[in-house]
């Protein structure tokens, strides 16, 4: 079983229109949803979006399904001028930019009483995702900021530790606790993210016009992935 999960409806969507055998329960008001993509048995669901909702639900599956791999695929707002809307970022590695025990003498993002801070994929599934074509853009291999926040120009005081503490490639609202939860239970897992917006003042508008095609790009992802599983 591979499960795939996304935090919104939006970004789950083009999972579930190529899905064969579907069948459909709900845990905590949140369909999840267990079939065939590609002649792959895959569970494909939502988590919700922020970090307490994906850690939550990405344990729930572990629990449930016992998962060989987990794909985590939606959007995200670019950190880089080269990294463009439409471009496809891998998490090369992915940490909690808003866990912060300064006082404590510890560098940011770093969970308090372990070793650990940033925390890095299965290499296998990375590097075959790195063979991926998409149909636009460019695909970076890239560091992937977590936290509960929507990043626009507003958060200037975030955006200068994203940069600057944390050389971050990515922001988002998921990743790094989907991460988490997968490298304590040791299952493989892969975040990939497609780029909605510059994390900017037009970041709102441009997250809203970009979903559909980010959505059929995660999907071209995921199907490269499973035809090498
Ligand atoms: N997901 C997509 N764009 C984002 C942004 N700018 N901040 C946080 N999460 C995002």
């Not at 060989?68 to 463009?84: V, W």
């Not at 600057?164 to 922001?171: K, P, R, S």
């Not at 994390?199 to 508008?205: H, I």
């Amino acid at each position: 079983m591979i499960v795939i999960l996304g935090a919104m409806d939006s970004e789950i969507a083009e999972f579930l229109s190529v899905m064969e055998q579907r069948e459909t329960s709900v845990w905590q008001g949140i369909e999840e949803h267990r079939g065939l993509i590609d002649g792959h048995r895959v569970l494909v669901s939502k988590t919700g979006v922020g970090k307490a909702m994906a850690a939550m639900r990405t344990q729930h599956f572990i629990d449930k399904a016992a998962p060989r791999a987990l794909l985590f695929t939606g959007l995200a707002g670019s950190l880089k001028t080269d990294i463009r809307i439409g471009d496809t970022v891998l998490g090369r590695d992915l940490v909690q930019h808003d866990l912060e025990s300064v006082v404590l003498g510890l560098p940011r993002g770093q969970i308090p009483f372990t070793e650990i801070r940033f925390l890095t994929p299965d290499p296998a599934l990375l590097a075959r995702a790195t063979q991926y074509q998409p149909p636009e853009g460019k695909v970076h291999l890239g560091r992937i900021c977590t936290g509960d926040q929507f990043i626009t120009h507003r958060e200037m005081s975030s955006h200068a530790y994203l940069h600057q503490e944390l050389a971050g490639d990515a922001v988002e609202m998921e990743g790094a606790a989907v991460a988490l939860v997968c490298s304590l239970n040791a299952i493989p897992y892969l975040v990939a993210r497609t780029i909605s917006d510059m994390a900017d003042e037009d970041a709102v508008s441009n997250f809203e016009e970009i979903l559909p095609r980010a959505s059929q790009n995660s999907l071209a992802l995921v199907r490269h992935l499973l035809a090498g599983m």
